[in-house]
Every structure is written in structure tokens, then in C-alpha cells.
């Protein structure tokens, strides 16, 4: 597109396709003899479309187009030299009911459609399509409790999507430094706010403390380690152990059968 204002430079299937979407009007382009449709819903099946088409001619021997503002069979009659200003044209009455259907091809049937064209409109119909549901997501409060609602039933009912999930969340924080302290941060937040989630967290911390021993013994030494260079927790812990000591009559009891025994 940027080098259309180059000389020698014609607009392909693709520009034209682009125009005719942004601008929501289908183009029809005269060329070799024969009328091409260019329709914006070749992008977009629910995009609306204006009433009112845009027709251009393709001069032989010329990179650029011109404005047609009537036919009649096969002749084109373009846009008078004093006329081809934006002023003029909106008062300028076109007259296209002498126009031929059988001389009007789709651009879907249009040879001159090439592969790679071809890949570049699905690549930007699903761009579009993706655009329109991430904005749809955004704005509609229904529309995102219903998705999701409906990932969540696909991540508990679907054992492989949700192995998918996992092992994909798990890359992205080993390999994400931002996403994973963002989601550390998340966590701490919500293990202060949220008391369920909090009481969750201790009894699966407990019960993975007694049956993973490779956790434990990494626990210990992480406590050991922390407890040794860090006088604030060694305070804490201190003052912790005195105030279970003096209220648990268990753990002073296993305390004094310890300190018994050498322990």
C-alpha cells in the first residue's frame, strides 16, 4: 500500500480488497475487457456494505486507475479532467443500469487471484475475526462469563486440553520472568485476602510436607538456611517456639523428651 504513490506502481487483488473493506464498499474494477468484484464481505462475511459500489478503470498502458462515472454495454466513459475533483464527483450522477451482469466476475472465480494473495486474505480474515472476539471479550460482560465458563468446563471435563494447559502455563513461567512474578505477586495477594484459599494452601503445604520427602528435606534446609542469615525470622522464630512452648503442653512435653534424650 505505501507504494502505490510510486510511480509505475498498480494496485493488486490485495490493496483493492483492503480498500474495499476499510472503506465497507465493494469495487469494481474494469480490466482486460471485463468487469472483477472486489466485496468487502470476501474479508468480512458480517461487515456491512454500503448500497453504493465504486468503479474504476484499468487504462491500458497506465499503472493507476480512473474514476468511471457511466456505462453503457461494453464502452467505459471516465470522469471528465474538470470534473475529477472530490467537489465535482458528489454531484456528478452516475448511470450503471446498462451494465452487464455477464460481464461482472467475482474476484473468487478471478484467475488472476494469486496463491500467496490467497494465504495473506485468510491470514487477515482470521486476524480480523480474532480482533473482532478479543473486543467482543472486552466489552461484553456476557460474552466473557460465557467463555469463561465454557474454557473452564473444557479444562475439568478434557484431560488432554487441560495437560496442554498445564504444561503450557509451566513453560510460560519457567521461561517468562515477568509472567512469573506476576503470578508470585497474584498469589501472594490472594493467599492474604482470601481466607479459603489461604486454609487450602496450608492443608496442601501439610499434607505434601509428610508424603514428599524430597519437599520436606528441601524445606528444612531452606528454613535452616533462612534462619541462619536472616535475624528478623531468627527473632521470630525464637519468640514463636517460647510463646508454643509456654501455651502447648504437647510440644513441651516432646521438647523436654528431646532436650532428655540429646536431641
Known sequence: ???????????????????????????????????IKYSAHQ????????????????VDKSSHYEVVMNVEGNRVHNLPEKSKTIKD??????????????NCTDTKNNNTLLN???VDLTDLRRKRRRELEKMRYCQNDTVRDK?????????????????????????????DETYRQDLIEKGKMKY???LDYRLRMKKKGKLK????????????EKGKRKY????????????????????????????????????
Open 192 to 194: 492474604v485476602h482470601d
Open 228 to 263: 541462619e542469615d536472616n535475624e528478623t525470622y531468627r527473632a521470630n522464630m525464637i519468640e514463636k517456639g517460647k510463646k508454643k512452648y509456654e501455651e502447648d503442653e504437647t510440644y513441651r512435653t516432646n521438647m523436654i523428651e528431646k532436650r532428655e534424650k540429646g536431641v
Open 147 to 175: 467463555k469463561k465458563r465454557s474454557c473452564k468446563e473444557t479444562y475439568w471435563n478434557n484431560a488432554i486440553y487441560r495437560s496442554l494447559k498445564i504444561y503450557k502455563g509451566s513453560m510460560k513461567y519457567i521461561n
Open 43 to 58: 474479508i468480512d462475511k458480517d461487515i456491512n456494505v454500503e448500497n453504493e459500489a465504486i468503479y474504476l478503470h484499468h
Open 89 to 102: 464527483c458528489t454531484s456528478v450522477k452516475c448511470n450503471f443500469d446498462h451494465l452487464s451482469r455477464n
Open 1 to 35: 500500500m505505501r507504494k502505490m504513490k510510486e510511480p509505475k506502481t498498480m494496485g493488486t487483488e490485495l490493496e483493492i480488497l483492503a480498500a474495499a473493506h476499510f472503506m465497507q464498499a465493494d469495487i469494481y474494477t474494469f480490466t482486460n475487457n471485463k468487469w
Open 209 to 220: 510436607y509428610e508424603v514428599d520427602e524430597e519437599y520436606r528435606d528441601n524445606l528444612i
Open 116 to 118: 500467496e494473495t490467497q
